[in-house]
């Protein structure tokens, strides 16, 4: 370790180690803190993501996959079953803890220095620009200096807060998240499960991931709103006890996910930041791996050409701003408005829509077409649609 | 003042991340909550397993343990 790089990234996640990579494949000198001993564990994920979205980032490795997925049921809150048909496309279940091993592995191929059990615990910043970091590893505490700090310190981030950003999440688009990977239960391993309604996840969404017949992630997110009367564990257990009495729990995930839109400002004098730390997460799914690698390596250039021109102020750095809305941060604003209609349902609302679903045949049962037939049934749900569209 | 249940703790940071005043501080396997908390109770609620508590509630529960005893 030296006393000084060009960038250094705080957090090993996925959006961290893309920012690495691509900092450094630009010809800038990075070094990486994770405060955990290894970097991808613990695992704090249900591990699906879409084939195409990944592909966008990084090709898939087979072994990080451990199932591949065909499609999607939605269970009503009354437990209609509604299958849905995506064609072609298709997800994966990772392995998170070779996943995110191999991206920090690949970003030390291009020169990331990594430290690890690396705890950044705050920011040298004497004249309002942050210009490195203090961290805490192994007993002995460190300045090290950089030009710019991109903060990936995922959810629990605050490397933001220090250099003066607001990045306080409401109550309600924090959902609380418990899930426990089951083994010794059945399940057809080319689907995933989601069921909705106020008494299994109110202002979320239980889910069911299998990784292969005999194995699956089962969680839950409850939006904060409703966390303070039940809590996330709570709900878990009666569904598990309910649906899966005789399962056996191989691992126990906690965590939280914030389904907002991204914070209005993720850039300062000398600091970005990315992926859960920006809130650069799908505000419906609350999927955020492939989003926090599209911003790394964003920020990850932004960062290295900001450094080759000795410019590394907030307006030099908004050009990752500009370029992650572009890219993602537009759309995500267009969830987030779909996810307030969703989330407005009642339970009789999905129930009812669940019915027209599944109306449709199911070799005609695509998103498009469900979209369609739940519109004209449902007039009302027209209303917020159209708001989401209009104000693009 | 919020109590750590430390047992039950999981150190995810969810809590962290819904903190308004920046209290606790969050290492690989230990949290802490510092002297300013103003016991808006935002971390009690989003903890997903229950971990956190504000001391008031500790002491009845303690009380009540007494009384049974
Ligand atoms: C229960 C659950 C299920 C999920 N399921 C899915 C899913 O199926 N699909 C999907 O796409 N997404 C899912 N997500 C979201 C996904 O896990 C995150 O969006 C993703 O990991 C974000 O990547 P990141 O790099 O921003 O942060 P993270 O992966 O969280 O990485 C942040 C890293 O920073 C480190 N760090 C934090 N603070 C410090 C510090 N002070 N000093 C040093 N290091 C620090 C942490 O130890 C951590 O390793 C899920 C999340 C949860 C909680
Ligand atoms: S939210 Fe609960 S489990 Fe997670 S770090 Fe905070 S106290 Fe621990
Ligand atoms: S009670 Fe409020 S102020 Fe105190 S630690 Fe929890 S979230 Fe922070």
């Known amino acids: 370790m030296r006393d000084s790089y060009d960038c250094i990234v705080v957090g090993g996640g996925p959006g961290g180690a893309w920012a690495a990579k691509h900092a450094a494949e630009n010809g800038v000198s990075v070094l990486l803190l994770e405060k955990d001993r290894e970097v991808g564990i613990p695992v704090r994920c249900a591990e699906a993501v879409s084939e195409k979205g990944l592909k966008t980032v990084v090709e898939p490795q087979p072994r990080w996959i451990s199932n591949i997925i065909e499609g999607f049921v939605i269970v009503s809150p009354d437990g209609r079953e509604v299958a849905i048909d995506t064609g072609k496309e298709r997800g994966y279940m990772l392995d998170r803890k070779i996943f995110d091993y191999d991206l920090v592995q690949m970003a030390t191929m291009n020169g990331v220095e990594v430290m690890t059990k690396a705890y950044v615990y705050d920011l040298i910043k004497p004249n309002g620009t942050v210009e490195g970091v203090r961290v805490q590893h192994m007993g002995e505490h460190h300045d090290i200096r950089a030009r710019i700090v991109i903060g990936a310190d995922g959810v629990e981030s605050r490397v933001g807060r220090w250099a003066g950003l607001r990045t306080n999440i409401k109550m309600k688009d924090m959902e609380s998240c418990l899930q426990m990977t089951l083994s010794n239960i059945k399940v057809d391993p080319k689907y995933i499960y989601f069921y909705l309604g106020r008494d299994v996840a109110p202002g979320g969404y239980l889910w069911i991931f299998p990784k292969n017949e005999r194995v699956a992630n089962v969680g839950l ?16 257990k009666e569904f598990i006890g309910r649906h899966f009495p005789n399962a056996a729990v191989l691992y126990t995930v906690v965590g939280g996910v914030p389904c907002a839109t991204t914070l209005k400002k993720i850039v300062a004098d000398g600091l970005m930041l990315v992926g859960d730390a920006a809130h650069q997460v799908n505000p419906i799914s609350g999927g955020g791996i492939t989003t926090a690698m599209i911003a790394g390596k964003i920020a990850g250039g932004v ?4 450094i080759a021109e000795d410019d590394v102020s907030e307006n030099r750095l908004s050009q990752y701003a500009r370029d992650w809305h572009k890219a993602e941060g537009k759309n995500h604003e267009r969830t987030y408005k779909i996810k307030q ?7 009789e609302d999905l129930n009812k829509t669940a019915d027209t679903i599944l109306s449709v045949p199911l070799e005609k049962r695509t998103l498009a077409n469900i979209f369609r037939t739940a519109l004209f049934r449902h007039p009302s749900l027209i209303l917020d649609v159209v708001k989401v569209f209009m104000t693009k | 003042m919020i109590e750590v249940i430390n047992d039950k703790c999981d150190f995810c940071g969810v809590c962290v991340a819904v903190c308004p005043v920046d209290s606790i501080d969050l290492f690989e396997a230990r ?5 300013n908390c103003i016991d808006c109770m935002l971390c009690v609620w989003i903890c997903p397993v229950e971990t956190l508590a504000p001391i008031e509630k ?3 529960v303690e009380c009540e343990t007494a009384m049974i005893v």
Do not use: N
């Open chain 1, 221 to 236: 997110g409850i939006s904060g709103e409703y966390a303070r009367y039940k809590s996330a564990k709570e709900y878990l």
């Open chain 1, 303 to 306: 960062a290295a050409k900001a």
């Open chain 1, 341 to 347: 209609a969703v989330y407005k349902l009642t339970d």
């Open chain 2, 31 to 35: 949290i802490e909550i510092k002297q």
């Open chain 2, 58 to 60: 500790l002491q009845e």
